[in-house]
């Protein structure tokens, strides 16, 4: 188990494993299924964990205290402009402007985890 984490190519396979599986339950359950719900809203956590073996193996440290952080002021910056633009804050579609942009957010840097992982081979 301890190589898919910090294998590469074990965290991909993980990865496609995880969404093959949300898909199946996903077609399982489709009455049931939030309609708004999509596989790649499961991937950040195992996207922060995988970008934590990838960089610790790259340079000795881990990017994920600073992802965090930026995820974090991201939320408050994108509150203050919800309230801005709208003036008033619907959670509903806040969490999910965050969460989907926090699933960008989480690709772009395990991709560029991966590419600095790539380059030191």
């Given at each position: ?40 809203d499961f991937w950040p ?15 000795d440290s881990s990017i ?56 030191t081979i």
């Amino acid at each position: 188990m301890h190589d898919l984490f910090t294998n590469w190519l074990g965290q991909i396979s993980l990865i496609a494993a995880v969404s093959v599986i949300i898909f199946g339950l996903k077609r399982l359950l489709r009455r049931f299924w939030p309609a708004h719900l999509l596989i790649i809203d499961f991937w950040p956590p195992f996207l922060i964990v995988f970008t934590h073996f990838l960089t610790l193996q790259a340079t000795d440290s881990s990017i994920v205290p600073y992802e965090v952080i930026s995820l974090m002021i991201m939320g408050i910056g994108l509150t203050l402009l919800t309230v801005i633009q709208q003036g008033e804050i619907l959670f509903g579609r806040f969490f999910k402007l965050y969460w989907r942009v926090t699933d960008l957010l989480t690709i772009v840097i395990y991709l560029l985890a991966l590419g600095s992982f790539l380059l030191t081979i």
